[in-house]
C-alpha cells in the first residue's frame, strides 16, 4: 500500500527521484510547521481567529505546492486536507469542511481497512455537515455509512451509534 500512500502525479515528464525527495521533506517540514503553530494557538487565545486563518492559508500554500507533485491521494496531501478541514470546523466554514471532507473520503477509504473508525469518523464529520448544510439525503446517506461501520467495530448495542440514530430521528 506505501505505493499508492506515497502516489505521484501522472505527468508526461514525472518528477525526478530527487525532486519528489524533496517534496517529501518540504511535506514533513510543513506539517511539523503546522503542529508548533498549533500548539501555539493554545498559548495565544486572543489571536485564534487570526491564527486559523494562517493555518488554513499555510494548508492552502502547501497544497497547492505539493499538488504539482503529488496525487490527492498521497498521504502528505490527505494529511493536510485533514487539517484544513479541521480549522474550517474551528471557524464555522462548513462549506469549506465539507469540500476538504469530500476529497480526503474516498482515499481513506481505499488506505484503511474496511472497517476502520478513521473512515467511519469522516462519514459522520460529512454527515453531520451535509445536516447542517440543509442537504439532508446526502447527509442520512453518510451516517448510514458511518453507522455501518462502527455496528461492525463497536457493536449495534454501542451508545455512540444509539445517538448517531437517534440524531437521524431528529432531522
Aim: charged content about 25%; glycine content about 4%; proline content about 4%.
Amino acid at each position: 500500500q506505501d505505493k499508492d500512500k506515497l502516489e505521484i502525479c501522472k505527468l508526461n515528464d514525472p518528477p525526478s527521484a530527487e525532486t519528489v525527495r524533496d517534496m517529501i521533506k518540504y511535506a514533513r517540514n510543513v506539517i511539523e510547521e503546522f503542529r508548533r503553530a498549533k500548539h501555539y494557538k493554545y498559548i495565544l487565545c486572543l489571536t485564534l481567529t487570526c491564527l486559523a486563518c494562517e493555518l488554513l492559508e499555510i494548508c492552502e500554500l502547501s497544497l497547492d505546492k505539493m499538488g504539482a507533485v503529488f496525487e490527492t491521494s498521497n498521504i502528505y496531501m490527505l494529511h493536510m486536507m485533514y487539517q484544513a478541514m479541521g480549522v474550517c470546523l474551528y471557524v464555522q466554514d462548513w462549506e469549506g469542511a465539507l469540500r476538504y471532507g469530500q476529497k480526503i473520503i474516498r482515499p481513506y477509504s481505499k488506505h484503511y481497512p474496511p472497517y476502520s473508525l478513521n473512515v467511519a469518523s469522516m462519514w459522520l464529520k460529512l454527515g453531520r455537515l451535509y445536516m447542517a448544510l440543509e442537504n439532508r439525503p446526502a447527509g442520512v446517506k453518510a451516517l448510514k455509512k458511518a453507522i455501518a461501520i462502527m455496528e461492525v467495530a463497536h457493536g449495534k448495542d454501542h451508545p455512540y451509534i444509539s445517538e448517531i440514530k437517534k440524531e437521524l430521528e431528529d432531522h
